[in-house]
């Protein structure tokens, strides 16, 4: 199975930067995800990496080590739309594993 | 438009009673999924099915049912519904079943079920 762990809350002010870590444990892997959650609302799709290294998308980027079992998701140039819960997810096999996530809190 | 769509979005039901939750997604997905979440917890896969007449269990799969006779669509089953099944639920395709690529997954917009 799968084991991630990533931090519950985190808090930064406007236009900071801000770091969530996401550490797993898997007994198969393809590929880790980042998605995310307004309250609500359905997770939408951010990131994607299968590879090891920095992949980047605008403001957001996303690092995976697969040796490590470690990833981060960073956020630039935050925005208040930007307060929301980032999920972390495993692709074993065929199942996908999620973390709990970490609630982003954007303060003015 | 490309989407996933769930019917009901919010559903109040008695113990016992068997219902239905469906999902269809217009994408040509070979991949589809059930998920659970409830606060804490975060998303919980129930079901998946990596393609028509294909389905295997997730991490929580007891309690429900699905089938896959269609490739736009996986209903889940709840056949007799307990209050420990009150939660959010989600129904996700992506375009590959497995390995690396085309994994990401598109969800639906979630169906809120209470079970009184």
């Known amino acids: 199975g799968q084991n991630i762990d990533q931090p519950t809350e985190m808090t930064a002010t406007e236009g900071a930067i801000v770091q969530i870590n996401c550490t797993y444990q898997t007994s198969g892997f393809n590929g880790l995800f980042w998605y995310q959650q307004h309250a609500g609302e359905a997770p939408t799709f951010l990131s994607y990496?299968?590879?090891?290294g920095l992949e980047e998308k605008g403001r957001f980027s996303s690092f995976l080590s697969r040796s490590k079992g470690y990833s981060y998701l960073l956020l630039k140039e935050l925005q208040m739309k930007d307060s929301a819960s980032y999920l972390c997810a495993v692709k074993g096999d065929y199942k996908l594993s999620f973390g709990a996530g970490t609630t982003v809190t954007v303060r003015a | 438009e490309a989407q996933v769509t769930q019917n009901p979005r919010y559903l109040i039901t008695v113990t016992g009673k068997k219902l239905t939750v469906t999902c269809s997604q217009n994408m040509n997905h070979e991949y589809m999924s059930w998920y659970r979440q409830d606060p804490g917890l975060g998303l919980r896969q129930i079901y998946y099915?990596?393609?028509?007449?294909?389905?295997d269990k997730g991490d929580v799969p007891e309690g429900y049912k699905v089938s896959r006779k269609e490739k736009r669509n996986f209903p889940l089953i709840l056949e007799s519904p307990s209050p420990n099944q009150t939660s959010l639920y989600f129904c996700a395709s992506s375009f590959s079943a497995g390995g690396p690529i085309g994994n990401e997954q598109f969800f639906g917009p979630g169906t809120r079920l209470t079970v009184l």
């Open positions: 099915s990596m393609n028509v007449e294909v389905t």
């Open positions: 990496n299968v590879l090891d």
